[in-house]
């Protein structure tokens, strides 16, 4: 790497765990050059508009992505272990230290209609690759025996991904209603949930949703 | 009301429109201003902080959820009507003309650690009010013997709105691949779905969520 490449890749870095906190729209050259230690103009060198910006950051986290989620599972033996492969390294990414207020793309794709058009189309094309990706395994876990023939690939793939998005923003959510949180929620409720235990329920979740989707013989 | 509280309520409309778009932290005073048609400084009357400008309407999307989702389903028939009327009813919130980017509370939760402490103290609150509502419902159809006893409740109401955000999330960003989006995102896909579609999947998901709480000798 070139000192050029090397400090770009040192300030994507810092901006991926802003706008895993703060969203894409929320990392600006200002706060950034601030965080990293550089000049404005320094900075500006490197991403010349914001769209610029948004559109560095959104690539490296996908090729991140790539490298830790999907590469490693795609080595996995084919059918139900590499489904399971995707799933497990999709919630040690939700959970990965450099981005501490979790995954990015469900941040962003909450921010969607307020991105710059070509950070917004980017988005959606890889979070289209990602549920074909995940819809894939699904179909060859179908052609391996493993899962039902009759089973919707499509449907089961966009299930697990909202379920896995779904407790990622509840679990946000419910860990600021714990110790530390104010008195008022606090206050004694029926529902109140750990992270841990948030993430035992989506691995349940998600277990049963694999039970039913096994051939009947097999269950 | 009095025509302070009329303007009031006129400007928190257009600022829960806003926030369902851009995000609770999206709204300002200044953007405010200019699409009520109102002075920066007439505006500062009503809210003195960006805390308080967030919180009036946090408090005024809690009322509206309220009065659509909660109140017209406490009046269904106990049991797995009144689990069913409280859903219904969110898929209509969710869609409602005055939130069009969709569910305020789910593009708050995205953005949660960046709100200011107080909002996001209500906004836990009243999502684990929201929560407890539901499993409470989905106890009440456990004891009319609608759902199996050995059912867990908070399980199956984590597992349902999860669902429900997680599609609300994914249809909003599934419909910017249809007519109309970038070359690249139209792209020959096996995953391509619009968003009636993805209506139409979560539906699926629940209902299979509903066959498998009931007791077995129900099925």
Redesign the interface.
Known sequence: MTKGEETRSAVLGEAIAQAS???L??VTIGTLATKAGLSKSGLFAHFRSKESLQLGILEEAITRFIALVIAPSLKEARGKPRVAALLGAWKRWARSEFMP?GCIF??A??????LE?AV??R???A??DW??TL??AIRIAQDEGHFRKDLDA??M???V???????H??G???R??GPG??E??R?P?????SPAE?EA??D??IT?LFR?AQPRDAR
């Open positions: 906190v703060v969203g729209r929320g207020g469900v941040s794709i909450a921010e969607i209609d307020d058009p917004r189309a988005l959606v094309e979070q289209l549920l074909d819809a894939q499509t449907q793939a966009l299930e991904l909202s379920l896995a998005y779904g407790h923003l509840l946000r959510l419910l600021l209603s949180s104010s008022r929620t206050a409720r029926r529902t109140s949930l948030i329920r989506l349940r979740a049963r039913d």
